[in-house]
Protein backbone atom coordinates (compact mmCIF):
# COMPACT_ATOMS: atom_id res chain seq x y z
CA UNK A 1 0.00 0.00 0.00
CA UNK A 2 1.52 3.69 -0.94
CA UNK A 3 0.55 6.25 1.28
CA UNK A 4 0.49 9.48 1.07
CA UNK A 5 1.47 12.05 4.53
CA UNK A 6 2.66 15.06 5.37
CA UNK A 7 6.29 13.66 6.17
CA UNK A 8 6.33 13.27 2.72
CA UNK A 9 4.74 15.74 1.25
CA UNK A 10 7.56 18.16 3.44
CA UNK A 11 10.30 16.10 1.46
CA UNK A 12 8.52 17.08 -1.67
CA UNK A 13 8.97 20.32 -1.66
CA UNK A 14 12.22 20.54 -0.25
CA UNK A 15 13.14 18.68 -2.70
CA UNK A 16 11.35 21.27 -5.31
CA UNK A 17 13.38 24.00 -3.25
CA UNK A 18 16.35 22.79 -3.66
CA UNK A 19 15.91 21.80 -7.33
CA UNK A 20 17.31 23.73 -9.65
CA UNK A 21 14.23 23.47 -11.61
CA UNK A 22 12.41 24.50 -8.50
CA UNK A 23 9.80 21.53 -8.83
CA UNK A 24 10.23 17.84 -7.98
CA UNK A 25 7.89 14.70 -8.31
CA UNK A 26 7.05 11.62 -6.57
CA UNK A 27 5.72 8.50 -8.87
CA UNK A 28 3.00 6.53 -7.43
CA UNK A 29 2.50 4.73 -10.55
CA UNK A 30 5.37 1.89 -10.71
CA UNK A 31 7.17 2.12 -13.78
CA UNK A 32 6.67 4.76 -17.03
CA UNK A 33 4.99 1.57 -18.99
CA UNK A 34 2.15 1.94 -16.53
CA UNK A 35 -1.58 2.32 -18.02
CA UNK A 36 -1.88 5.10 -15.95
CA UNK A 37 0.60 7.46 -14.15
CA UNK A 38 0.11 8.94 -10.85
CA UNK A 39 2.49 11.72 -8.99
CA UNK A 40 2.85 13.89 -6.86
CA UNK A 41 4.47 17.09 -8.12
CA UNK A 42 5.77 20.13 -5.89
CA UNK A 43 6.11 23.65 -7.62
CA UNK A 44 7.97 26.69 -6.87
CA UNK A 45 6.76 29.72 -8.21
CA UNK A 46 10.00 29.90 -9.90
CA UNK A 47 9.45 26.87 -11.72
CA UNK A 48 9.42 27.32 -15.55
CA UNK A 49 7.30 24.73 -17.96
CA UNK A 50 7.33 25.14 -20.93
CA UNK A 51 3.85 24.92 -23.05
CA UNK A 52 3.80 21.74 -24.53
CA UNK A 53 1.15 18.82 -25.85
CA UNK A 54 1.31 15.45 -25.51
CA UNK A 55 0.11 13.69 -28.99
CA UNK A 56 -2.12 11.19 -29.78
CA UNK A 57 -5.82 10.23 -29.46
CA UNK A 58 -7.00 10.04 -25.85
CA UNK A 59 -3.95 11.53 -23.90
CA UNK A 60 -6.28 13.41 -21.00
CA UNK A 61 -4.68 14.79 -18.05
CA UNK A 62 -6.58 15.45 -14.31
CA UNK A 63 -4.74 17.80 -11.77
CA UNK A 64 -5.61 17.78 -8.46
CA UNK A 65 -4.27 20.64 -6.24
CA UNK A 66 -3.45 19.74 -2.70
CA UNK A 67 -2.33 23.17 -1.26
CA UNK A 68 -0.96 26.48 -3.01
CA UNK A 69 -2.32 28.34 -5.83
CA UNK A 70 -1.42 27.31 -9.85
CA UNK A 71 -2.62 28.37 -13.00
CA UNK A 72 -3.05 26.31 -15.77
CA UNK A 73 -3.36 27.47 -19.68
CA UNK A 74 -4.46 26.12 -22.30
CA UNK A 75 -3.53 27.63 -25.74
CA UNK A 76 -4.44 27.29 -29.50
CA UNK A 77 -1.63 26.29 -31.93
CA UNK A 78 -1.02 29.76 -32.62
CA UNK A 79 -0.16 30.38 -29.07
CA UNK A 80 -3.39 32.14 -28.40
CA UNK A 81 -4.75 31.86 -24.23
CA UNK A 82 -7.71 30.12 -24.89
CA UNK A 83 -8.61 29.37 -21.77
CA UNK A 84 -6.92 30.06 -18.20
CA UNK A 85 -8.39 27.64 -14.67
CA UNK A 86 -6.40 29.23 -11.50
CA UNK A 87 -6.15 26.41 -9.14
CA UNK A 88 -6.92 27.29 -5.49
CA UNK A 89 -8.54 26.04 -1.74
CA UNK A 90 -11.09 28.18 -2.31
CA UNK A 91 -12.29 27.57 -5.86
CA UNK A 92 -11.73 25.15 -8.44
CA UNK A 93 -9.70 21.88 -6.91
CA UNK A 94 -9.98 19.86 -9.56
CA UNK A 95 -9.42 19.84 -13.58
CA UNK A 96 -9.33 17.20 -16.38
CA UNK A 97 -8.61 18.27 -19.93
CA UNK A 98 -7.24 16.84 -23.34
CA UNK A 99 -3.55 16.56 -22.81
CA UNK A 100 -3.20 16.84 -26.75
CA UNK A 101 -3.75 20.14 -26.20
CA UNK A 102 -1.26 23.09 -25.56
CA UNK A 103 -0.57 23.59 -22.07
CA UNK A 104 1.31 25.20 -19.38
CA UNK A 105 1.38 25.82 -15.03
CA UNK A 106 2.41 28.02 -13.23
CA UNK A 107 2.71 28.20 -9.66
CA UNK A 108 1.41 31.20 -7.94
CA UNK A 109 2.54 30.10 -4.35
CA UNK A 110 5.30 28.42 -2.57
CA UNK A 111 4.88 25.35 -1.38
CA UNK A 112 2.42 24.36 -4.86
CA UNK A 113 1.55 20.68 -4.20
CA UNK A 114 -0.66 19.13 -7.00
CA UNK A 115 -1.65 15.35 -8.53
CA UNK A 116 -1.39 14.61 -11.56
CA UNK A 117 -3.13 11.60 -12.97
CA UNK A 118 -2.97 10.84 -16.88
CA UNK A 119 -3.24 8.52 -19.18
CA UNK A 120 -0.24 6.16 -20.05
CA UNK A 121 2.50 4.46 -20.41
CA UNK A 122 5.12 7.25 -20.32
CA UNK A 123 6.32 8.22 -23.93
CA UNK A 124 8.98 11.12 -23.67
CA UNK A 125 7.93 14.31 -25.12
CA UNK A 126 9.44 15.26 -28.88
CA UNK A 127 10.75 18.74 -30.16
CA UNK A 128 7.17 18.90 -32.24
CA UNK A 129 5.74 18.70 -28.79
CA UNK A 130 6.79 22.02 -27.04
CA UNK A 131 5.56 25.09 -28.64
CA UNK A 132 7.74 26.57 -31.42
CA UNK A 133 6.00 29.63 -30.13
CA UNK A 134 7.30 29.93 -26.62
CA UNK A 135 11.03 29.71 -25.41
CA UNK A 136 12.01 26.27 -23.81
CA UNK A 137 12.49 26.11 -19.95
CA UNK A 138 16.65 26.54 -20.57
CA UNK A 139 15.94 29.52 -22.85
CA UNK A 140 16.85 32.83 -21.17
CA UNK A 141 13.66 34.14 -22.10
CA UNK A 142 11.61 31.55 -19.79
CA UNK A 143 11.70 34.09 -17.09
CA UNK A 144 9.83 36.43 -18.67
CA UNK A 145 7.53 34.27 -20.74
CA UNK A 146 6.68 32.77 -17.02
CA UNK A 147 5.88 36.33 -15.65
CA UNK A 148 3.59 37.00 -18.30
CA UNK A 149 1.71 33.95 -17.96
CA UNK A 150 1.13 34.91 -14.17
CA UNK A 151 -1.01 37.46 -15.39
CA UNK A 152 -2.14 36.79 -18.80
CA UNK A 153 -5.49 36.76 -20.05
CA UNK A 154 -7.84 34.91 -22.07
CA UNK A 155 -7.57 36.30 -25.83
CA UNK A 156 -4.00 37.49 -25.34
CA UNK A 157 -1.39 35.91 -27.95
CA UNK A 158 2.06 34.89 -26.91
CA UNK A 159 3.66 34.04 -30.90
Known sequence: MKQLDQ???NNLIAQARKSERKRAHDCFHPDPGD???RMLIALE????ISPHRHPG???WEMLTLL???LALLLFDD???LIQRVELSDAGTRVVEFDGAQWHTLVA???ETLMLEVKRGPHTPLGN???ASWAPREQNADAAKMRERFRVARIGERFA
Do not use: A, M, W
Not at 45 to 48: A, N
Open 7 to 9: IRL
Open 35 to 37: PVQ
Open 108 to 110: LES
Open 45 to 48: PDTC
Open 57 to 59: KGR
Open 67 to 69: SGR
Open 128 to 130: DDF
Open 78 to 80: NGQ
